[in-house]
Structure formats: structure tokens, C-alpha cells
Nanobody, 122 residues
Framework: QVQLVESGGGLVQAGGSLKLSCIAS????????MSWYRQAPGKQRNLVAR???????KYADSVKGRFTISLDNAENTVYLHMTSLKPEDTAAYYC????????????????WGQGTQVTVSS
């Protein structure tokens, strides 16, 4: 099976920057797309950004112009570079993989990391 492991979260002041990473590891799989979601306490998990293997991207309106998603296909790693951070960006950030391949029992966007906390102080 495949594991997704995030890193890079932490505490930052408003206006600061952070870069999140998520590595997908396992055997006999390929990436169709990777996404970042976030979930604040008491709220639902929402899409932040998505990138396909071909490099097509989509962003939530609230992060456009501030966040950049990128994908290293060779390393099976997706990044989220966050700039001009605001207190309302505070949340747990989750990596999601839309995966396929003979090494998987399920094909699709069912793969999640454990989450990394981002806290932005005012």
C-alpha cells in the first residue's frame, strides 16, 4: 500500500511563509493528482489546492495569489508554498493522493496523510 507523510507545519506570524511537503511512498503506483486540504476546529475539511501529474493546478479562492502547489513526479512529492499567511489560514493541513497502479487495492483519491498543523498568530 501507499503512505502519505506530511511535514513542514508550525507556528508563524501573520505575513510569514511556510512550505509544506508530502511524500507518497510505496510500490507499483502512479500519481494522477495530488491535493492539499485543510480543516479548522469545528469546520469541514476543504480543498486548498490541487495539481495533476501534467501540472494543471486549481486553488481555493481564499488562497489564490498567496499559495503555490507544485509536484515533483520523480520523487512522488507534493509541496505547498504558503506566503502572506493570515490567522484564518490556521488549520490542520492534509495531503491527498489520487493514485492508481497494480500495487494498490483501491484506485482513486482515497489516500490521505496524517495531517500537519499550521498556526498563524496575529
Amino acid at each position: 500500500q501507499v503512505q502519505l507523510v506530511e511535514s513542514g507545519g508550525g507556528l508563524v506570524q501573520a505575513g510569514g511563509s511556510l512550505k509544506l511537503s508530502c511524500i507518497a511512498s510505496g510500490k507499483d503506483f502512479s500519481i494522477n493528482a495530488m491535493s492539499w486540504y485543510r480543516q479548522a476546529p469545528g469546520k469541514q475539511r476543504n480543498l486548498v489546492a490541487r495539481i495533476t501529474r501534467a501540472g494543471d493546478t486549481k486553488y481555493a479562492d481564499s488562497v489564490k495569489g498567496r499559495f503555490t502547489i507544485s509536484l515533483d513526479n520523480a520523487e512522488n512529492t507534493v509541496y505547498l508554498h504558503m506566503t502572506s499567511l493570515k490567522p484564518e489560514d490556521t488549520a490542520a493541513y492534509y495531503c491527498n493522493g489520487d493514485l492508481y497502479g497494480m500495487g494498490l487495492t483501491i484506485w482513486g483519491d482515497d489516500y490521505w496523510g496524517q495531517g500537519t498543523q499550521v498556526t498563524v498568530s496575529s
